[in-house]
Each structure stands twice: as C-alpha cells, then as structure tokens.
C-alpha cells in the first residue's frame, strides 16, 4: 500500500466521524465550532512541518520513498500532513460522540446559569 493511498483512507475516516459527530451535535443543540478546529489545524500543520523537516535533515527518521507521492514541502512528505489533518477533524468528532446525552444536556443548562450568575456577581 502506498503513503498517499493511506493518508486518504485516513482523513476519508476522519471526515466521515467528524460529519457524523456534526449531526449528533446539531441536534443536541450544540454545533462544533469550525474555528477551534481550523486553529488547532494550523497550530498541528506548522509543528509537523518543522519536527518532519528537522528529524530528517539530521536523519533520526526515513521514509521508504518507493512509497511515497514524491511531493514534498522541504524535506517532509506530503502525506505526513494527513496525520495532523486527521487529527484536527478527528478529534472533536470522537468527543462529541462520546458524551453522554445526559451530561451535554446539563453542560447545556450549567452553562446558562453559569454566565448568569456570574453577570450577577458583577454587579451588571
């Protein structure tokens, strides 16, 4: 099996969790916000850039090139950044499904009441 023909596979199984877990949260009345995401992705994609390209510039770690697209930014490969992409759409997908529906329907209520009282408290 071929690196890109994995990393597809990868973030075609992320995408579909991460979709189901954005159903499941509509209905529970709390969608999954795309910014924490798209932040933790961008966070996930420099540092993969950077630890790929300094481990293999001083060559703690090899790729089996026969395998891989051949496309590279610097000297990572292209399919290293579907692990950081999968993992941003992966896991607050996972979360969501996780939750019990009891306990996100009290973080739901727990939260109103949060912020009102602590408006109260303010005094405004």
């Not at 060559?59 to 590279?72: M, P």
């Amino acid at each position: 099996m071929s690196y890109p023909t994995l990393a597809l596979g990868l973030v075609a199984v992320a995408a579909a969790v991460r979709l189901l877990a954005a159903v499941v949260a509509r209905r529970r009345g709390r969608p999954i916000g795309i910014a924490p995401t798209a932040v933790a992705l961008a966070v996930l994609l420099v540092m993969t850039a950077v630890v790929d390209n300094v481990m293999l510039a001083v060559g703690v770690d090899d790729f089996a090139r026969a395998h891989a697209s051949g496309l590279h930014l610097g000297r990572a490969p292209l399919e290293d950044f579907s692990y950081p992409l999968a993992t941003a759409l992966l896991l607050p997908g996972v979360w969501e499904l996780t939750r019990r529906r009891k306990h996100a329907e009290h973080d739901a209520g727990h939260d109103d009441v949060h912020h009102a009282g602590r408006g109260a408290s303010r005094g405004g």
